[in-house]
């Protein structure tokens, strides 16, 4: 089965090398088309103006940092119950791209909010939510850089990561009835039932984008957290060869 | 080009994930590259995963 | 089977009473922090009464966070913990006593304290009653939520500040249901039980989750 022969290393690493040039380049390709359309055969909105399209980035890394966490948790499932061993490298890698789609998302929509809602910043129900997500990514983060053996930190992250999963729809649920209880609904919502066909088609192109965006990276990540062990191994057992028996005891395969 | 009233707040949220996205692949590129280098100074003194058949029986 | 859980209880209830006295130093904690608000937002006794409710909240989470790192560290330490793991005892069981015994000597004298605190801060009686019972319903679940941290974290050595960085995301919805329960007691936007409900399914929802995951933890951080 194709899911356990990419279970070995090397084999994944063969992969990586065949795939990536062709996903990057479909990546650039859908950057460019969906660029163009955003900037010049999109109209403006009636309501938001030209700044509708800062929805073309910053829906698309919306929708990313969602995406990322539910590709760490699948991972981190893949962790613990299959020991899928490049579960905890798709996981460990995903985190960063994660918290930056994260920050893009933050960023974006407060400049987005300083015309629209003339502050930066309201303690709005998404955009709270959105912040409780990053600073998850960067607990994670720090989790993983903590932790010194790598198959620990990935068994820790992993649990840390799935009751996150469990608890996002509550916070996202005790964060929407937070917010109508402190403001009153009166600000400019994106989300109404009519996306106009020409606002869609650009935030779909960009959101295709960006999804191929994150599997690059991702890709490119988890090959250099494997090399990394691959580093991190060798260095191990070249210790444990030069003072036999103290160190023999800490190198264990770390792949 | 025309971006209206709010052109500056639109350059620079495009400015702005396009320096994380610059960033995020200054990243990956640049960890490589560690990573290569770190084999590759093993592999000269000797250590690598060829000379010890590591790797190649192991599970995993 | 009540025999050794009760041992238990009784053990982690005298080593934290007697080790360092968290009971106190928590309660005293919180009262720091009730003291220094006023000194930050000004003495305003109708804004105090106001917001009241909400710093007695954020107290008891801080106060909460501050003792959380030695609930499973203290035992790591010494091996009971691994003899524990080894004991054949249901981990998920031996952490739900362990959060029990560690809540009774840490969260429960917050909950005590905490109508003595609502006095500087100008809260009527009703609102008193309200915050006090939302803490005795609420802080249970942060406990509960907390041990996931400590057990995520007990290998670390200095894992006290990275621990209140993991829990503080998973505690938000808590300390909304607790703040709006208690501020719902007070000028009644919503009814008080919505809220209140609310918060005592959170807790139990933690008393599920916190005890499986952080023995998964702990599990994985012995191995």
């Known amino acids: 089965m194709a899911f356990w022969d990419y279970a070995n290393p090397t084999r994944f690493l063969r992969l990586v090398h065949v795939v990536l040039p062709w996903l990057t380049g479909l990546c650039v390709l859908a950057f460019a088309a969906g660029l163009y359309m955003s900037f010049f055969t999109a109209p403006e909105d009636y309501q938001q103006g030209d700044t509708v399209r800062i929805m073309y980035i910053h829906v698309p890394a919306a929708w990313l940092c969602m995406m990322c966490y539910t590709v760490m948790s699948i991972s981190s499932i893949g962790t613990l119950v299959w020991k899928h061993p490049l579960a905890d490298v798709s996981a460990k890698s995903a985190a960063p791209i994660g918290a930056a789609f994260t920050f893009m998302a933050l960023v974006t929509g407060s400049l987005w909010g300083k015309p629209m809602w003339g502050t930066y910043w309201v303690w709005d129900a998404r955009l709270t939510s959105v912040l409780v997500l990053l600073i998850m990514y960067l607990g994670l983060m720090t989790l993983w850089r903590t932790m010194e053996d790598p198959i620990k930190a990935g068994k820790a992250a992993a649990v840390l990561t799935l009751v996150g999963a469990l608890n996002l729809p509550i916070i996202k649920f005790s964060v929407d009835w937070w917010n109508t209880l402190h403001q009153p609904a009166s600000v400019v919502r994106m989300d109404g039932p009519t996306i106009h066909p020409d606002i869609l088609w650009p935030l779909l192109v960009m959101a295709i984008a960006f999804t191929l965006l994150f599997f690059v990276l991702h890709l490119m990540a988890m090959r250099n957290e494997i090399l990394r062990r691959r580093v991190r191994a060798l260095r191990l057992r070249a210790a444990s060869a030069s003072h036999p028996g103290a160190a023999a005891a800490t190198a264990q395969p770390a792949e | 080009m025309d971006l209206g009233t709010h052109a500056g707040f639109i350059v620079a949220s495009y400015a702005l994930c396009a320096l994380t996205i610059g960033g995020l692949i200054a990243w990956v590129r640049l960890d490589k590259a560690n990573q290569e280098r770190d084999l590759k100074e093993l592999a000269d003194q000797g250590i690598s995963r060829a000379a010890s058949g590591f790797g190649s029986t192991r599970k995993s | ?223």
């Open chain 3, 1 to 223: 089977m009540t025999g050794w859980a009760l041992d238990l209880f009784q053990r982690d209830l005298k080593l934290s009473v007697r080790i360092g006295g968290s009971a106190l130093v928590g309660v005293l904690f919180f009262l720091a922090v009730v003291t220094v608000i006023p000194f930050g937002v000004g003495p305003d006794l109708n804004l105090l009464a106001r917001i009241g409710p909400a710093i007695l909240w954020i107290g008891a989470l801080l106060a909460t966070l501050l003792g959380l790192d030695r609930v499973f560290q203290a035992d790591r330490e010494d091996g009971t913990l691994d003899l524990m793991l080894m004991a054949g005892r249901p981990l998920e069981l031996v952490v739900l006593i362990k959060c029990l015994a560690h809540w009774v000597a840490t969260g429960l004298p917050l909950v005590i304290a905490a109508p003595l605190l609502a006095i500087f801060l100008n809260l009527e009686p009703l609102a008193m009653g309200a915050v006090t019972l939302t803490l005795l319903a609420g802080t249970p679940a942060l406990t509960l939520i907390g041990a996931i941290g400590a057990s995520l974290t007990v290998s670390l050595r200095r894992g006290g500040l990275l621990l209140a960085v993991l829990v503080v995301p998973l505690a938000i919805p808590v300390l909304i249901f607790g703040v709006s329960a208690a501020d719902a007691a007070i000028h009644d936007p919503v009814p008080f039980l919505t809220p209140f409900l609310i918060l005592c399914a959170l807790t139990l929802i933690a008393a599920v989750v916190g005890p499986v995951a952080s023995a998964m933890a702990l599990r994985f951080s012995a191995d």
